[in-house]
Nanobody, 120 residues
Framework: VQLQASGGGLVQAGGSLRLSCAASGRFSRYVMGWFRQAPGKEREFVAAISQSGGRTSYADSVKGRFTISRDNAKMTVYLQMNSLKPEDTAVYHC???????????????WGQGTLVTVSS
């Protein structure tokens, strides 16, 4: 599966952004995840959604602010980000896995990333 993330940009603290990740291939077979990597930091888990969309998981740092969703007909996964904080600034990557998990090493396919910058 090939992945293409988009939707990043510059936003003020408290604002919102929606990231999209368009996929090719057998999208509905894969768990989809969002990860992020801030400058000088390791890549970290943000959110994951099961193949059907019936199960989701979030990092504690984004719980209640971010929502992951998917549209299997459009082969796209989304990350709605509300109440953004400066510490959310990072390159956001979408990724695909065969099994539901939150580990970077558990995802075999990665998109190129989209930059989100939150100003204070």
């Amino acid at each position: 599966v090939q992945l293409q993330a988009s939707g990043g940009g510059l936003v003020q603290a408290g604002g919102s952004l929606r990231l999209s990740c368009a996929a090719s291939g057998r999208f509905s077979r894969y768990v989809m995840g969002w990860f992020r990597q801030a400058p000088g930091k390791e890549r970290e888990f943000v959110a994951a959604i099961s193949q059907s969309g019936g199960r989701t998981s979030y990092a504690d740092s984004v719980k209640g602010r971010f929502t992951i969703s998917r549209d299997n007909a459009k082969m796209t996964v989304y990350l709605q980000m509300n109440s953004l904080k400066p510490e959310d600034t990072a390159v956001y990557h979408c990724a695909a896995a065969r099994d539901f998990n939150s580990d970077v090493s558990g995802y075999a396919y990665w998109g190129q990333g989209t930059l989100v910058t939150v100003s204070s």
